[in-house]
């Protein structure tokens, strides 16, 4: 009886230590880092063609929007972000950059 107790409680113990990291909870929004404890955005804002700057637009677009507006405020702002994106592609590119 002493024994199926102890495994009891080694497999309770271990089900309560990896439950508790898998749901740890990632401080920032999406298209954030934390850098000293202050989520900074990440993106490169030197698009070098449409389909980069479509993508990297509507994945900060969607960050800014569901920050301010959830996830109503994603999808809009990922709309926004990726027409933005494409436009400012196109134009780097045609730039030569």
């Known amino acids: 009886m002493g024994t199926s107790i102890k495994i009891f409680a080694v497999a309770a113990l271990l089900v309560a230590a990896t439950s508790s990291g898998a ?40 960050a800014q929007g569901y920050g301010s507006a959830g996830p109503v405020g994603a999808v809009v702002g990922g709309a926004l972000g990726t027409a933005s994106g494409t436009l400012t592609g196109t134009a780097n590119m045609l730039q030569g950059r």
Do not use: D, K
Request: proline share 10%.
């Open 23 to 62: 749901f740890a909870r990632y401080p920032c929004a999406p298209g954030y880092a934390v850098h000293r404890g202050i989520c900074y955005p990440i993106g490169v804002h030197n698009y070098s063609n449409p389909v980069s700057g479509a993508v990297t637009g509507e994945a900060q677009g969607a």
